[in-house]
């Protein structure tokens, strides 16, 4: 057993994880201009690219400064299970980075591809995921899920807060500036951000 106790707070080791947008519809689509140009008090009508542009990146900033995925998404999460403890239940739980989880597609180890008897737990912060007893004890595993949603309506408030916040911010500062003439992101946006954070119990 390999001594994990200094290592990631996501189960006791370094956090390897990619992430994949899915589905043809991004979210950035789906919210309508109007709404965006009423939120900057913007006259209505003409080009709306540079909006979608600046909203869609304020989507991504968004997700990465709150550790989250609004966006619809797979992810592949990369475990030690030499790392993972047996609690007094005896059962392996490991926790899901950049949630909200949607759902657990399957783990695969060394041996098969686990796609049954994978209970999801969305009541604790990260979200989490029980092992079947079947996958293996020790070596690595790979656990696939989706997070994320594919319509704006579906976005909490506070998370279309922080987004919007972050839409102005960025709208306001689209141009090529020297690094010391950059501003720091507002304070409401910051917390607005705390508050949308998936990873980070409030």
């Not at 006791?12 to 109007?34: C, D, E, K, M, N």
Request: one cysteine or more; hydrophobic letters at 40%.
């Amino acid at each position: 057993m390999p001594d994990c106790s200094f290592l990631h707070s996501f189960n006791r080791q370094p956090l390897r994880i990619t992430r994949t947008r899915v589905g043809v519809t991004r979210l950035y689509t789906t919210a309508t201009t109007s709404v965006l140009q009423e939120y900057l008090r913007l006259p209505t009508g003409g080009s709306t690219t540079e909006l979608v542009r600046t909203f869609a990146a304020s989507i991504a900033f968004t997700e990465e400064m709150a550790a989250t995925t609004l966006d619809t998404s797979t992810l592949s999460l990369k475990i030690d299970l030499d790392c993972i403890p047996i609690d007094s239940h005896s059962e392996r739980w490991v926790e899901l980075p950049l949630g909200p989880v949607t759902g657990v597609t399957n783990v695969v180890d060394a041996d098969a591809t686990h796609t049954t008897g994978l209970t999801l737990d969305t009541h604790s912060t990260p979200h989490k995921v029980q092992l079947p007893d079947a996958v293996l004890s020790d070596g690595y595993a790979t656990i696939s899920y989706t997070a994320g949603v594919d319509d704006w309506d579906d976005v909490t408030q506070v998370q279309q807060t922080a987004v919007l916040f972050a839409f102005a911010h960025h709208w306001q500062n689209r141009e090529a500036v020297a690094a010391t003439q950059l501003y720091d992101i507002p304070y409401t946006l910051r917390q607005a951000l705390v508050l949308a954070d998936y990873s980070v119990p409030i």
